[in-house]
Every structure is written in C-alpha cells, then in structure tokens.
C-alpha cells in the first residue's frame, strides 16, 4: 500500500491558524493586498473570519422560492419543458468501461458527454422545481443528487493520476483526485442546496448531510490536506485549472461548511482559495492577454472574475476588482479577438467558430463591476430579443446567477465594438481591421510568441487573414480531445504542428516545442495608416542552416490590402535550400492561377485574390476533415497552399479582396 503524508492527515491535525513560518511565506497577490486594506494590522485569515457571511446568505444568489419568480421566465419555461420531456427516460451513465477506455485508446469523450448529460439533466431538474411549486419535480433533483454521491470519483478520468500512481485505472476512492470535474460536481451541489436544500429536506430528510459528506471527503479535505495539486501554480506554471477550481471550491466552502465546528475550517478553505486566486492574478498579464486564446477565456479569466465576485458578495463588497489592472483589462479580450460574427482569432487550442452560448452575463456583470462600457456593449450584443438569458450547458453555478441577474436579463441589445488595431504586450499579438466598428473588407491578425504556451501549437509567426469578419487564411484549431492531446505524442497530432499553421517550413524542418523556440526582435509596424508587426523566426526552428528568417505582416488600409513579406539568410549566403516552402492554411474554395490563388471563403464573404512576388512554384494539398469539432468550424475540408522558395531569397504575398464581377473584368 502507498501512503501519502501529506494527504493522509485528518482534519484534526490541521492548524486554523498558519505558524508564524508559514504566515511569512503566504503568497500574496491583489486580493489579498486589498483584504488586508480591510483590517490593518491582521491577517488575511483574520479579516476574512470578522467579515464572512453565514452560511445561508454567502451565494450572489436568492434562496427563497418567492424570488424566483421574478427571474427570467423565458429560460425557465424552456427548462421546465426539457425536464418534462425527460422525467420517465433513463438518466445518462457515465460507465466504468468508458472511464477505462482513456487508457484503453485514449478516448476520454464517451464517458465525459455520458457525465456532462447527467449533470445538464440535474441542471434542468432543479430549474424546474425552483419554477413550479410542485414538490413532486424534488424526485429527480434527488435522483441527480444521488447518483453524483454514488459516483466513485468525481475526477474526470482523463484527469486522474491513478494509472501513474498505481497502475490501476479507475479512481481511488480512499484517495480522491481534485480536477476540474471535481470541482464541478461540488459547485453545483453547494448551488443546489443553497437554492433548494431546505425543500428536499423537508421531503427527503438526509439528504443535505450525504451532500456536505460527499463534498467534505472528495473536495474540501483532498484541497486542505494536500497542498502539491499542480493547478495551484507553486511552481509558478498557473493555468486555467487554477480559477476554474478555485471558484469551486469557494462555493464548496462558503455554502456547504455550516456547521458551527466547522467555522474555523471554512475561514482556512476560503483563505487557501484567496491565496491560490492571487496566483493566477499576478500571473495573468496586464493587457488581459490569455496565451490560450478567446475560447478559454470563459474556462480562465472568465472565472477568476466570478471568484472575485464570489468572494466580494461573501465579504460584503468590499473589493474593487477594477483596480487590479489584469482583470480590468482581461474584461476587453474577449471583444478584442473578435473577428465578426461567430468568428473569433483563435489561439492555441481554441476554436476559430466557438459556441454561442457563453455565459455571456459573467461577462455583462465583469464589464460592469470595472466600468468598461464596450465590454458591456460586446456581452450585451449576445442577448438575443426573447431568447433564454442563460443555459444548462453552462453548469448550475452559472445558469442561475445568469437568470438571477436582472441587469442581465432586461439588457437590450447592442453592437460589438469590432476596435480597429488591438496590439498585446504579452503573447505578441496584433489583430487589425480596415475600419472601427465594422467587420467588412480585410482584417489581419499576427502573433509571435513562444512554442511553450499553454496549450500550445507550434506556430510562431502565423498569422489569419478574414474576409468580411470570416476567416479565410486559418488557424484549424484543434480536433477533438484524447489521452493523446496531452501526452508527449501531442506534436503528433497534425493541428499542433507548425506544418499546419501558416508559418515556413524550413529546409523541411518545422518548429519545435518549448518556450526556448520563440520569436525574436519583435518589432510593431505603422506604416502611413497601416500597421503590422515584425519578427524573426529563426528562433522557433531546430538548427536548419537559417541565421534570419523576417517576416513583416501589414494591413496597409488606404490600398485595402495585406502584405506578408518574407525574407531570409542563410549560413552560406545562397538561397533557401530545398524543402523551404511558406505554407498557408484555407477555408472555403482555392483555385490557382500562375502566381495568383483565388479564396472563396466560408459563410458568402468577398472572395479574396492572393499574388506572390516571385512567382514560384505552389501546389495544393487537400485536408479531409473527419473530425467533428474540425468539421463544424470549417465543413469537409481544409487547404494547404503550399510556396516552394527553394533557391529564393525573400517572397512577397499581397492578399486582397475581389469581387465576382471585378475577378471576370480582369
């Protein structure tokens, strides 16, 4: 048998008080400088033990029935008619045999969708009792409860560290692993009960001790006693995992803790969560920047600013969240990356045609809880006229507070900002339009940066050219996750490759892994009233023989064009040697001419007509795309335009937009 020390004490032998050691090595960050404004001369621990609220009125949420009557009836007609739908079928059942298959053939979907579809069905269920009067809709909250409670692990299995630890792989039920799912399994229950623990008592007595059971031993002990998880950032890597997990278990302590013995527990719990919280804080950029992209945003930022705000209902509203620059800042990316329409720059992992339904009101409370107007604007331009204020498919924690929140849900529709040049310090990203507040004619988007980025792709240099606010010269995005995707057979996987991002292939090398391999001499580029960034290359590629490879990217508005230029030196000072080739990804239709392409991009946008100086050699390769996160953003397939420069020594590519009408006048 194993046995960690440092996750095997009990309770019991935990200090609610930190020695005077570990009070002098307690990382402090943003939060905790302006709790301790609070209180001067105490601690952190103590200022949060004077001011948190009990229990029973800690949530930003209403937990009298009454009250949900004024919340946003069109989502609540829509849930009570899923849940009705659904009451007599089975409940989805996230099987052993699926949690074994990650380690099987790396598939971690199956029982993931399996467990995501329960969790929804709860979602829907309490929805539905929190709308009606009717006592009898308590059967199946009940029966989601349960069925969470019975689960063995929270952990979602691709997570779990038991087939490392000890060879096995289903979870560990004397030893629980705290991941995402984890913390999504307790959030909802800490929601749940808040909102209705004290009707499933009265009918189902017993059931609020199982849930504070559950979440004791799967969730608040495992954080408390074991002090190494890997989302904490202690070794200065923080991630998306850290706020995700946090705001969890914020919601865990702050809801499920009632009991008097626990009271100095719940001041421990909410004090380690302050302090992880402050480390994504002081990693997170000044200019908001997310190394992950718009789609992680909502799984990053996005819920550090509702842990913020968590802890700021629990202490009163004391903090000033507008006042820490990287969250003030980081309520603007989402509408900095957008392209136009359901198109967003995406980065890294993220999708170029993310899902539309995002907790879009976390955003309206964030932008409003800092003061940015055009935030407000970008999240309100996503509250559709009689549509569903929010949904299931965001979790219980944020389904409510999105049709709890009145200024949410009478918001009236407005239009996204669409900025005309955003530049970011920190991942070297420059996204440019022809015109503010508009997604015709041609937009650029660049980026340097290094190859060690979270969730990164190999793509140092690339860049995307839209269409009318549509992508056309692409970043793929990535496929579906497996175990692979995050294994060392993760640059096997043909999306991550620079190969496949419109970067240079270099006397047939690509660009390697790791924040070593990175851009140099970042330089910004205003040209008249054009801009651009500049960058070397080199630097993101094994030794290949190249001492410079430059390329400068220009959107040059007055000619309503975009300019890549590409050149580069060699040790031998010839030309590019063979197997150098500048590649581009594309969607939508491709048809070569000599020196010309001709883009038809996706969703009807104004074709595109590419030149290259000199007129070398391309080809086109065809990307059949049977994946089904890859086929909903870009259809059946993806192309390739493939420059042969070998002999060269610098290729120009001007990328413009032509009509039908001008393309058959030429």
């Known amino acids: 048998m194993i046995v960690?020390?440092?996750?095997?004490?009990?309770?019991?032998?935990?200090?609610d008080e930190r020695t005077p050691s570990e009070a002098e090595a307690r990382f402090t960050g943003p939060l905790a400088g302006q709790l301790a404004e609070l209180g001067p001369g105490r601690s952190v621990r103590e200022v949060l033990a004077s001011r948190l609220a009990a229990a029973d009125s800690s949530l930003p949420l209403p937990s009298e029935p009454s009250a949900w009557a004024?919340?946003?009836?069109?989502?609540?007609?829509?849930?009570?008619?899923?849940?009705?739908?659904?009451?007599?079928?089975?409940?989805p059942q996230p099987l052993a045999s699926l949690a074994a298959r990650v380690h099987e053939d790396g598939d971690r979907d199956r029982w993931e969708q399996r467990a995501f579809a329960r969790q929804r069905r709860l979602s829907r269920a309490v929805a539905a009792a929190l709308a009606t009067a009717d006592d009898g809709r308590l059967a199946d909250v009940l029966d989601g409860v349960l069925?969470?409670?019975?689960?063995?692990?929270?952990?979602?299995?691709?997570?779990?560290?038991?087939?490392?630890?000890?060879?096995?792989?289903?979870?560990?039920?004397?030893?629980?692993?705290?991941?995402?799912?984890?913390?999504?399994?307790?959030?909802?229950?800490?929601?749940?009960?808040?909102?209705?623990?004290?009707?499933?008592?009265?009918?189902?007595?017993?059931?609020?001790?199982?849930?504070r059971h559950e979440a004791r031993r799967r969730v608040i002990d495992p954080f408390v006693q074991r002090r190494d998880w890997h989302w904490i950032g202690l070794d200065g890597d923080v991630h998306n995992w850290n706020p995700w997990i946090h705001g969890n278990v914020l919601l865990a302590a702050l809801r499920l803790l009632d009991d008097p013995d626990d009271a100095a527990l719940r001041v421990q719990v909410v004090d380690l969560a302050v302090e992880g919280l402050d480390r994504y804080l002081v990693a997170l950029p000044d200019d908001g920047a997310i190394d992950e992209g718009y789609a992680y945003w909502w799984n990053g930022a996005c819920r550090a600013l509702e842990a913020v705000e968590l802890l700021d209902h629990a202490i009163g509203g004391a903090l000033r969240p507008g006042a820490v620059d990287a969250l003030r800042e980081t309520v603007a990316f989402p509408h900095r990356m957008h392209l136009g329409g359901p198109w967003f720059l995406n980065l890294a992992d993220g999708q170029a045609r993310?899902?539309?339904?995002?907790?879009?009101?976390?955003?309206h409370r964030a932008a409003r809880a800092v003061g940015d107007e055009r935030a407000e604007a970008f999240a309100a331009a996503h509250r559709g006229v009689g549509a569903p204020a929010a949904s299931e498919h965001e979790g219980l924690p944020r389904l409510l507070r999105g049709l709890a929140d009145t200024a949410w849900v009478t918001a009236a529709p407005a239009s996204a900002p669409l900025p005309a040049e955003v530049r970011l310090h920190s991942t070297e990203t420059l996204l440019a339009r022809q015109r503010e507040g508009s997604d015709e004619g041609l937009a650029l988007a660049v980026k340097g940066g290094h190859n060690g980025e979270h969730h990164n792709h190999n793509d140092v240099g690339s860049f995307?050219?839209?269409?009318?606010?549509?992508?056309?010269?692409?970043?793929?995005?990535?496929?579906?996750?497996?175990?692979?995707?995050?294994?060392?057979?993760?640059?096997?996987?043909?999306?991550?490759?620079?190969?496949?991002?419109?970067v240079p292939v270099l006397a047939g090398a690509e660009q390697s892994a790791g924040a070593s391999f990175a851009a140099r001499d970042v330089r910004p580029l205003t040209i008249d009233d054009g801009c651009g960034l500049s960058l070397d290359l080199v630097g993101a590629y094994p030794d290949s023989g190249f001492l410079e490879w430059r390329r400068s990217a220009v959107l040059d508005r007055p000619a309503a064009r975009v300019v890549i230029e590409d050149s580069w030196t060699t040790e031998g000072g010839a030309g590019a040697a063979a197997g150098t080739s500048v590649r581009m990804v594309i969607a939508g239709g491709i048809a070569l001419g000599e020196g010309t392409a001709r883009i038809d991009p996706l969703d009807g946008a104004t074709p595109l007509v590419l030149r290259w100086e000199p007129p070398v050699p391309a080809t086109v390769v065809v990307r059949e795309l049977d994946d089904p996160m890859l086929g909903d953003v870009w259809g059946e397939r993806l192309h390739r335009l493939d420059l042969d420069v070998a002999g060269e020594s610098s290729l120009r590519v001007i990328v413009e937009q032509r009509s039908g009408a001008e393309e058959d006048a030429r």
């Open 147 to 211: 069925q969470l409670c019975e689960q063995s692990s929270w952990c979602w299995p691709a997570h779990d560290d038991v087939r490392r630890v000890l060879g096995e792989v289903l979870g560990d039920v004397d030893r629980p692993f705290l991941d995402l799912g984890a913390g999504e399994a307790v959030g909802q229950l800490a929601v749940l009960d808040h909102v209705l623990g004290d009707r499933l008592e009265a009918r189902y007595p017993g059931v609020r001790r199982r849930i």
């Open 464 to 502: 995307v050219v839209a269409s009318d606010g549509v992508p056309a010269i692409v970043d793929a995005g990535r496929p579906t996750y497996t175990l692979q995707t995050f294994d060392p057979e993760r640059y096997s996987i043909w999306t991550m490759r620079s190969g496949w991002h419109n």
């Open 4 to 15: 960690y020390d440092h996750f095997m004490t009990t309770t019991a032998q935990l200090d």
């Open 354 to 363: 993310p899902p539309a339904a995002q907790p879009w009101h976390a955003l």
């Open 70 to 91: 004024s919340a946003d009836r069109v989502a609540l007609d829509a849930l009570v008619a899923a849940a009705d739908a659904e009451r007599d079928e089975p409940w």
